[in-house]
């Protein structure tokens, strides 16, 4: 399987607190990869150097064999990179429809010559083609989640980078938006998911990163992470979410 994204010891520092310390792995293209952590472990902070929203202090990432390391957040989304934010941050004046048709767009392959017509398309694959015309201000919490995937798969990715998308969201939702992702990956997409709800990761990935203290702890199967004691360690008192 080839190689769509390999960090090699990327660090981030902030005023010279260590927030990533040489933090390495690779994904394949089309699979799903969980990245957990507690609180504070980096995990926002690495989707956010990836994307091109901020810079690394050290390190090197290749996206497709090519050297993106520092590249901005808006040749990222040209390449093929695009992200989730775990608060969905829309066009808040702009209608539903309107909000997804920017990333028709500005999206990573040639401007749709019918970003209407594709935008209504994702709405009604995501399940909100009945809200078009609403402006995004008057969405529900579930709704806006969908719309951030929305507006995300209009730029047309080939990584999607997924910000706890289940936050905030009831079980039945959390349900319907995982199954969501797999669609979105049987289309080819890879993703790489953030969540904090770990039966949600451990049910949808193929591969699970672990992130503590800024740094890459562990990194395996669902299975073999849910069984290993320096993950169990990490998440000392949140070890029954498994």
Known sequence: ?????????????????????????ELEEGGIFGLIGP?????????????????LTSGIILFRGRDVTGARSFH?????????????????????????????????RERSATPSREAAQILEWVGIAHLDRMPASRLSVGDLKRLELARTLAARPALLLCDEVCSGLTETEAASILHLL????????????????????????????VMNYGQ???????????????????????AASF
Do not use: W
Not at 1 to 25: H, P, Q, T, W, Y
Not at 82 to 107: D, I, Y
């Open 76 to 108: 990222a989304v040209r390449s093929g990179i695009a992200r989730t934010h775990q608060v969905p941050k829309p066009f808040r004046s702009l209608s539903v429809l309107e909000n997804v048709e920017v990333g028709c767009r500005f999206g990573s």
């Open 39 to 55: 609180n504070g472990a980096g995990k926002t902070t690495l989707l956010s150097i990836i994307a091109g929203s901020q810079a």
């Open 216 to 238: 890459k702890l562990a990194e395996g199967s669902p299975e073999a992470m849910q069984n290993d004691p320096s993950v169990v360690e990490a998440y000392i008192g949140r």
């Open 182 to 209: 797999r669609e979105i990956r049987g289309t080819g997409t890879t993703i790489l998911y953030v969540e904090h709800n770990l039966r949600a990761i451990m049910s949808i990935c193929d591969r699970v990163i």
């Open 1 to 25: 399987m080839a190689l769509i994204l390999k960090l090699d010891r990327v660090s981030k520092n902030f005023a010279g607190l260590a927030a990533l310390k040489e933090v390495s792995f």
